[in-house]
């Protein structure tokens, strides 16, 4: 099956730092999601990309979905200690995809472990 | 409800046994999906619901895993003679139509000992 490339797996960095994190894949897909997962909770959706070359914004959040379709980077910026958790990049759809009629499967990254300290 | 609900929040079961996970979908949500997070790890898709079509299972990892929808309802995931490799975090998540964001409920950590 399709395969995420998530990096770095963890980052420790100081508070008011800026981040980023990144996803390779070797296939494309029509849709880039990012999502936060806080200790003993689900993922929760950051930003969601539709568009080849899209760069979106969500407060201090900014994630680009790449021109080729196989890859995309989140950046923080001023990061703050409640910033701390695991990034999941999540791709859906594309070529080769055999849900992509059905097009609602989401094949995620191994995660980024981000520590933020005060 | 609110959100996407799971229980139990916490099961420990011992090997062999049967075990039965609940989600609760939010209400009007047509497409439900489950996902399985093994310790440190990304999540590993399971099964698809999508209103009265037929799910997908193209993701359960063998004929011990099975899950239940009935209409846009409930579903329920039963793992049948659990194995120490089924420990992990089971997720649910919702979605208004299929390819809108996901919602995600907290998840039931199961434990087989």
């Known amino acids: 099956g399709q395969q995420l490339n998530q990096s770095p797996q963890s980052m420790f960095i100081q508070e008011g730092e800026d981040v980023s994190m990144n996803c390779t894949s070797s296939s494309i897909f029509n849709t880039w999601l990012w999502y936060k997962q806080d200790p003993g909770e689900g993922p929760v959706l950051l930003i969601a990309l539709y568009k080849a070359g899209e760069l979106t914004s969500n407060g201090r959040l900014t994630a680009q979905f790449g021109i080729t379709r196989k890859d995309s980077f989140l950046n923080i910026s001023a990061s703050i200690p409640s910033d701390v958790g695991i990034y999941f990049c999540a791709g859906r759809g594309g070529n080769g995809d055999p849900q992509e009629t059905s097009g609602s499967r989401l094949t995620f990254g191994e995660g980024t472990q981000l520590t933020v300290n005060p | 409800g609110a959100g996407v609900s799971q229980s139990p929040s916490n099961k420990v079961t011992e090997k062999g046994k049967d075990v039965e996970l609940r989600c609760d979908p939010i209400s009007g949500h047509t497409a439900l999906y489950w996902y399985r997070q093994r310790l440190g790890q990304g999540l590993e898709f399971l099964i698809y619901?999508?209103?009265?079509?037929?799910?997908?299972k193209s993701g359960l990892p063998s004929d011990r895993f099975s899950a239940e929808r009935t209409g846009e309802s409930v579903s329920t995931l039963t793992i049948q003679r659990t194995q120490q490799e089924d420990s992990a975090v089971y997720l649910c998540a919702s979605s208004l139509r299929a390819g809108d964001g996901y919602t995600f409920g907290s998840g039931t950590r199961l434990t087989v000992v």
């Open positions: 619901f999508q209103g009265n079509s037929a799910p997908d």
